[in-house]
């Protein structure tokens, strides 16, 4: 539901029909449902934008909170904002720019000054044991009393070694962080792609090449802060094609890119591995609104070249401007996202 709201919010109030799309009939449907008297079916667009902007819990950027950065790129595209304008730079700065004490935002380990307890004797937990009598019968003696005093044991037992291991597991949840951290600088250092099992520079198709670098580093790039590791990943990009200053229109990059992805589906080991994740595949089947390289996903593999129709299609599915002209550190920057997303939505 975080996921649709902030398509709503995406959402051009002045679209004819955009009141009718799947992911506005959810937002509606969920508000309505927990606040009766809303009336947002009758507030129309904006009110339902001015809505979920004031109620937004801007103290809260756990779970799926934290995902909302990741729509970053398509606020290049929207309009429609001038009524709202100031309300949601301030919901964007918090969300986009910030993203304070996100729990999937690694911010190095942090113990608050804990030591891990490494004692010389694990506690003991004692288990049940009858007596066996000479003539091989076994003597439970006062079985629920003995088994009660057991247990009793055994709970203590637990509980000293969960106090003991939880520091040590925050000192392993840091590591894990700086690990992500270290794999994606070598990733940025040795520029080689697992995908294809060759340098970045050696793939001679641009787009192909700039698909795989932004694909394989967004599994490098679980539990970081993500605005940081968008800026790493365009300046690794900037440093083995150095053609980010290209401008095309939006539709003239979700072509190119369906094109590229064809070309690689070709070979069937490629074509699992750039496959849509599930979850993200169900959300953007009914809605891709603002979505556009998960839409160019999906119409990948469908197999068919893209027709005369495709602008059209486009437009009533992405929903946003299709002849916006962007720079190729933009698109760049739009694919890591969405393939972050898609890797987020797997891990969950």
């Known amino acids: 539901m975080v996921i649709r709201a902030v398509q709503t919010l995406l959402a051009d109030p002045e679209r004819p029909g955009v009141d009718r799309c799947p992911a506005v009939n959810d937002v509606i449907s969920q508000v309505s449902e927990a606040w009766a008297n809303a009336g947002v079916e009758t507030r129309g667009m904006l009110g339902l934008q001015a809505i979920l902007l004031a109620a937004w819990p801007h103290d809260l950027r756990s779970g799926g909170f934290s995902l909302v950065p990741l729509f970053e790129s398509a606020w290049m595209l929207t309009k ?10 301030e919901w964007r700065n918090a969300y986009f720019v910030t993203q304070a004490a996100s729990s999937t935002t690694y911010s190095g380990a942090q113990h608050n000054g804990d030591k891990l307890d490494l004692p010389s004797l694990d506690p003991e937990i004692p288990i049940f044991q009858p007596q066996k009598q000479p003539g091989g019968a076994y003597d439970f003696g006062d079985f629920g009393t003995e088994i009660t005093d057991i247990l009793t044991k055994q709970t203590t ?14 000192a392993i949840h840091g590591t894990e962080g700086l690990l992500n951290q270290l794999n994606l600088i070598w990733w940025g250092q040795a520029r080689y ?29 679980i539990g970081l802060s993500i605005e940081p590791a968008v800026s790493f990943f365009v300046e690794v990009l900037q440093q083995v094609d150095g053609e980010l200053h290209i401008q095309r229109p939006l539709k ?47 119409e990948a593999a469908l197999e068919q070249r893209v027709g005369p129709d495709f602008e059209t299609r486009a437009h009533e ?3 946003l401007d299709m002849d916006t002209r962007i720079d190729r550190g933009e698109w760049a920057a739009w694919l890591f996202r969405e393939a972050l997303l898609d890797r987020y939505l797997r891990e969950e």
């Open 193 to 221: 792609s697992p995908g294809t099992r060759k340098p970045y520079r050696r793939i001679k198709d641009s787009a192909e090449r700039l698909w795989w670098m932004a694909w394989e580093a967004s599994e490098l790039a």
């Open 80 to 89: 429609g904002r001038r009524l709202q304008q100031a309300r949601i730079e």
């Open 252 to 298: 003239e990059w979700i072509g190119e890119l369906i094109h590229t992805l064809r070309q690689i589906q070709r070979s069937e080991q490629s074509a699992k591995s750039i496959a849509v994740g599930n979850r993200l595949k169900a959300l953007a089947t009914e809605d891709s609104l603002g979505l556009p390289i998960t839409w160019a996903r999906l």
């Open 317 to 319: 599915k992405i929903a």
């Open 157 to 170: 037992a637990l509980a000293t070694l969960d106090n003991r291991t939880r520091p040590l597991f925050k």
